[in-house]
């Protein structure tokens, strides 16, 4: 929970930083991803260079995971 991850839109060859959250603080305007959604789920136990493929709105969409800016865990953030 609220790791922060840089992903690369495949076909587009854009970016994006998402944060994985729980859904009571998801907010696509603040960059907070469920952890419930297609995406967020998908990405859960991703590891750097890893990809995703999911079928959204009749369509598909590919994302890589390019850095994990941070994570909880990691530097003993266990609080958050």
């Known amino acids: 929970m609220n790791s922060t991850i840089e992903l690369i839109d495949l076909d587009r060859d854009e970016s994006e930083t998402l944060t994985l959250v729980y859904p009571d603080e998801a907010s ?5 991803l469920s952890i419930l959604s297609p995406l967020g789920s998908e ?6 260079g890893e990809s995703v493929t999911l079928h959204l709105l009749q369509r598909e969409t590919r994302k890589r995971v390019q850095k994990v800016a941070f994570q909880p865990e990691r530097v003993g953030a266990f609080n958050l």
Not at 43 to 48: C, K, S, T
Request: no cysteine; aromatic share 0%; proline share 0%.
């Open 43 to 48: 990405l859960l136990g991703r590891r750097v």
């Open 28 to 32: 696509s305007a603040e960059g907070k």
